[in-house]
């Protein structure tokens, strides 16, 4: 039967309308005395809807995979990422990652960015600001604050990754003057979707920029539904730094989805939500893509996992 593009359109509405909206993401991962087991069949809800439709799929358990797609080419990205490795995150982990979306969030707020105001909701009180920047044309924001509490110098992005040179120099100016002035504080560069990916080229940005002062093991990069940055060329280099890149997604969350892998690579340690309660973040080990974590959905993606994020709301400054 041949069929017309209408009808493959309406197809996929039938079917994937109903995996959709009816099915989220369940949390698949149970405690047992204290133990943690991932639960194979996460997504049997949509794979159910989605047989017929996606024949040609290769299955994991009962988790509808792309893995063919994703790893074919080659070789180290799948041996980078072993099932056996996959865990759920700790405590300290969770509140970790629940620091820095709250960090990023505030990033979308106008009093903070542009006008400097240290004075939102999520705008944490043992943070002191040092500044921000804006590029004047494509709406790149970055700031610089440092926690004396925890030592830490950090830069939160939100923007476009080709307006990074906009801000850059006058970031790193006031950057280097804080690192200069607290030599043993670390540097921890966050942001979320775009702001992310900001994060990831920042952080090998200032690898390079001075060795002496930002190296790897005081650097460390947090993003949340980040999307893919570079090539597997590019996802290489971020690796063989050991720089540490952790990478928070949630659920069904489009933007980690984007662009496509093969060509594009994610890079780093996956911290994938699974579900509305603190604690079901699943963890995927550091490297390329895993199979394990936010891919597992696959292509069963939406828009609105990508506004909250552990409960906070990521985009609007609510
Ligand atoms: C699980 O952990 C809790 C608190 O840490 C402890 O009280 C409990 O005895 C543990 N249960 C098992 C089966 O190990
Ligand atoms: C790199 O950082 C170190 C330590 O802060 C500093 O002494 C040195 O001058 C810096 N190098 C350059 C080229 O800025
Ligand atoms: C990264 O870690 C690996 C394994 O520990 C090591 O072989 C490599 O030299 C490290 N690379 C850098 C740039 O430090």
Same mark, same amino acid.
Request: proline share 5%.
């Given at each position: 039967?041949?069929?017309?593009?209408?009808?493959?359109?309406l197809?996929?509405?039938?079917?994937?309308?109903?995996?959709?909206?009816?099915?989220?993401?369940?949390?698949?991962?149970?405690?047992?005395?204290?133990?943690?087991i991932?639960?194979?069949?996460?997504?049997r809800?949509a794979?159910?809807?989605?047989?017929?439709?996606?024949?040609g799929?290769e299955?994991?358990?009962?988790?509808?995979?792309?893995?063919?797609l994703?790893?074919?080419?080659?070789?180290?990205?799948?041996?980078?990422?072993?099932?056996?490795?996959?865990?759920?995150?700790?405590?300290?982990?969770?509140?970790?990652?629940?620091?820095?979306?709250?960090?990023?969030?505030?990033?979308y707020?106008?009093?903070v960015?542009?006008?400097?105001?240290?004075?939102c909701?999520h705008?944490d009180?043992?943070?002191?600001?040092?500044?921000?920047?804006?590029s004047?044309?494509?709406?790149?924001?970055?700031?610089?604050?440092?926690?004396?509490?925890?030592?830490?110098i950090?830069?939160?992005?939100?923007?476009?990754?080709?307006?990074?040179?906009?801000?850059?120099?006058?970031?790193?100016?006031t950057l280097n003057?804080?690192?200069r002035?607290?030599?043993?504080?670390?540097?921890?560069? $966050?942001g +979320?979707s775009? *702001?992310?990916a900001?994060?990831?080229?920042? /952080? &090998?940005?200032?690898?390079?920029?001075?060795?002496?002062r930002?190296y790897?093991?005081?650097?460390?990069?947090?993003?949340?539904?980040?999307?893919r940055?570079?090539?597997?060329?590019?996802?290489?280099?971020?690796?063989?730094t050991?720089?540490?890149i952790?990478?928070l997604?949630?659920?069904?969350?489009?933007?980690?989805?984007?662009?496509?892998?093969p060509?594009?690579?994610?890079?780093?340690?996956?911290?994938?939500? $699974?579900? +509305?309660?603190? *604690?079901?973040?699943?963890?995927?080990?550091? /490297? &390329?893509?895993?199979?394990?974590?936010?891919?597992s959905?696959?292509?069963f993606?939406?828009?609105?996992d990508?506004?909250?994020?552990?409960g906070i709301?990521?985009?609007?400054?609510?």
């Open positions: 039967m041949k069929l017309t593009s209408p009808s493959i359109i197809t996929l509405i039938y079917f994937l309308f109903p995996t959709i909206v009816a099915h989220p993401v369940i949390n698949n991962i149970k405690k047992q005395d204290n133990k943690t991932a639960v194979e069949n996460s997504e809800p794979l159910k809807n989605s047989d017929s439709v996606y024949d799929i299955q994991h358990g009962d988790m509808a995979l792309k893995i063919n994703f790893f074919d080419s080659d070789e180290d990205a799948v041996s980078s990422s072993r099932r056996t490795d996959v865990r759920q995150a700790t405590q300290s982990e969770i509140d970790e990652h629940i620091f820095y979306t709250k960090l990023s969030a505030t990033a707020c106008r009093t960015i542009p006008l400097g105001k240290w004075n909701k705008c009180k043992s943070l002191k600001m040092i500044k921000t920047f804006s004047p044309i494509d709406d790149t924001n970055a700031m610089i604050l440092r926690g004396d509490q925890q030592k830490t950090y830069i939160v992005f939100r923007g476009f990754l080709h307006s990074y040179n906009d801000v850059r120099d006058a970031l790193l100016e003057v804080q690192a002035k607290y030599p043993n504080y670390k540097v921890a560069v $966050t +979320d775009m *702001g992310g900001l994060a990831v080229l920042h /952080g &090998l940005d200032l690898l390079n920029y001075n060795r002496t930002y790897t093991k005081n650097l460390q990069v947090f993003t949340q539904g980040q999307p940055v570079g090539n597997l060329k590019f996802a290489k280099y971020a690796l063989s050991n720089i540490s952790n990478r997604t949630n659920k069904r969350d489009l933007f980690p989805h984007l662009p496509s892998s060509p594009y690579f994610h890079v780093g340690k996956e911290y994938w939500i $699974t579900g +509305d309660i603190a *604690g079901t973040i699943r963890v995927c080990p550091n /490297g &390329l893509e895993s199979p394990y974590c936010g891919n959905i696959f292509p993606t939406n828009f609105l990508h506004y909250y994020y552990l709301n990521v985009g609007l400054c609510l």
